[in-house]
C-alpha cells in the first residue's frame, strides 16, 4: 500500500523562509489539488507568503527551480505525468528527478519532490489531496521541503539537533 511507513512528523515554525512552488499545468484537477495540499501544508507550517509559478509540463519544472533556488529557502516542484502508448513517460519522469535532483545539490535548496508518475489519471487524482483521495501528495511534498529547509538553517547555525 502506497503511503505505509511514512513518517507522522509534526509541522515546524516555517515562518521565517522564503518558499516557492513551481506547478505544471496538465491534468487541472490533478494539479489544483496538488497545489492546494501545499497551501495547506505551508499554512501548518505558518510560512507566510509562499510563490507559486505556474509552468506548461512537468518538463519544464526544473530549468525553472533552478530560477527560483537562489532566491529562496524551499522550492515545491508539482507536476503529474501519466503514462501513455509512448516511452515520453519515462524521458519526462527522468529528467525531471534528475534535474530537480541537480537543482537541490547545485544550490543546497530543498527541492520539494511532489512530481506523480502514474499509470492511469485515477491512480493520479488518488495521490492528489483531493476529497475521496487516499494521499495528498502536494502535502507531504511542500511539508518535507520545509522541514529540510528549517534543518538546513539550524545546521548553518551550528546546530544539528
Not at 495547506?40 to 527560483?68: C, I, S, Y
Request: with cysteine.
Amino acid at each position: 500500500m502506497a503511503g505505509h511507513g511514512a513518517p507522522d512528523i509534526a509541522p515546524v515554525d516555517c515562518h521565517d523562509l522564503r518558499v516557492a512552488v513551481v506547478a505544471a499545468s496538465w491534468h487541472t484537477q490533478v494539479m489544483d489539488g496538488l497545489i492546494a495540499g501545499a497551501q495547506r501544508a505551508f499554512a501548518d507550517h505558518q510560512v507566510e507568503a509562499p510563490v507559486v509559478v505556474r509552468v506548461p509540463g512537468t518538463f519544464e519544472l526544473p530549468v525553472t527551480a533552478a530560477a527560483l533556488a537562489p532566491s529562496y529557502d524551499a522550492v515545491i516542484a508539482l507536476g503529474v505525468v501519466i503514462r501513455g502508448g509512448t516511452p515520453h513517460f519515462e524521458y519526462v519522469c527522468n529528467a525531471a528527478t534528475d534535474g530537480l535532483t541537480r537543482v537541490s545539490l547545485d544550490h543546497h535548496v530543498p527541492i520539494g519532490f511532489g512530481v506523480l508518475t502514474c499509470d492511469d489519471e485515477q491512480q493520479a487524482l488518488d495521490r492528489a489531496g483531493l476529497e475521496g483521495s487516499r494521499e495528498d501528495k502536494g502535502y507531504e511534498a511542500a511539508s518535507a521541503a520545509l522541514q529540510t529547509a528549517a534543518t538546513l538553517k539550524r545546521i548553518k547555525r551550528g546546530y544539528t539537533a
